[in-house]
């Protein structure tokens, strides 16, 4: 069983900068792919970014790229997600998440474990 608690989001102005944490515990997130999903009021759940167990490669959403940065520290059992040139359109929940295996890192339905997730607010 793994445990992942979200942590790091808040309110923040258009421009401004913030970074999300997800440490996790039970198990080690080390052989795990990890994702970071949102949630905006009255839409469904979307992917953000998410990157392998390996580490090799991060793969985002076009509508973040070249503004957040995933990462991982496997010692640390956590994953980041740096996000800069903040957007009001980038409020939600924030929720990370880890699959074993091979699947389709994009999808929410392949991932396993998720977080309770962390509000980001975005004012213009």
């Known amino acids: 069983q793994v445990q992942l608690v979200e942590s790091g989001g808040g309110l923040v102005q258009a421009g401004g900068s913030l970074r999300l944490s997800c440490a996790g515990s039970?198990?080690?997130?080390?052989?795990?792919?990890m994702g970071w999903f949102r949630q905006a009021p009255g839409k469904e759940r979307e992917f953000v970014a998410a990157?392998?167990?390996?580490?090799?490669?991060?793969y985002y959403a076009d509508s973040v790229k070249g503004r957040f940065t995933i990462s991982r520290d496997n010692p640390k059992d956590t994953v980041y997600l740096q996000m800069n040139s903040l957007e009001p359109e980038d409020t939600g929940v924030y929720y990370c998440?880890?699959?074993?295996?091979?699947?389709?890192?994009?999808?929410?339905?392949?991932?396993?474990?998720w977080g309770q997730g962390t509000q980001v607010t975005v004012s213009s």
């Open positions: 039970g198990r080690t997130l080390s052989s795990y792919n």
């Open positions: 990157i392998p167990w390996t580490g090799r490669g991060t």
């Open positions: 998440a880890c699959q074993l295996g091979m699947a389709d890192l994009r999808s929410s339905s392949q991932y396993g474990y």
